[in-house]
């Protein structure tokens, strides 16, 4: 059952995991302390957790508002 997990190299794809759950946390922060954001608020927590490793990236160049 669980023979695919044996193939896995998890030296790299661990540390992959761990900066994807650090980024979103920290997008997922600002993101809840902002008020205002370039376009709909909800779309962007959307984004943040549904398009992986882009969505927190994508956040942080085009849906942040400084003001």
């Known amino acids: 059952m669980f023979e695919g997990l044996e ?14 759950l650090i980024l979103m946390v920290i997008a997922l922060v600002d993101w809840s302390k ?5 376009g709909p ?4 927590l959307l984004i ?3 398009v992986t490793t882009l969505g927190p990236i994508f956040y942080f160049i085009f849906g942040r ?3």
């Open 7 to 20: 193939q896995i190299n998890w030296g790299i794809i661990a540390p992959l995991i761990v900066i994807q």
């Open 65 to 67: 508002r400084d003001d």
């Open 34 to 38: 902002r008020e205002v954001t370039n």
């Open 41 to 44: 608020k909800w779309l962007w």
């Open 48 to 50: 943040i957790i549904f």
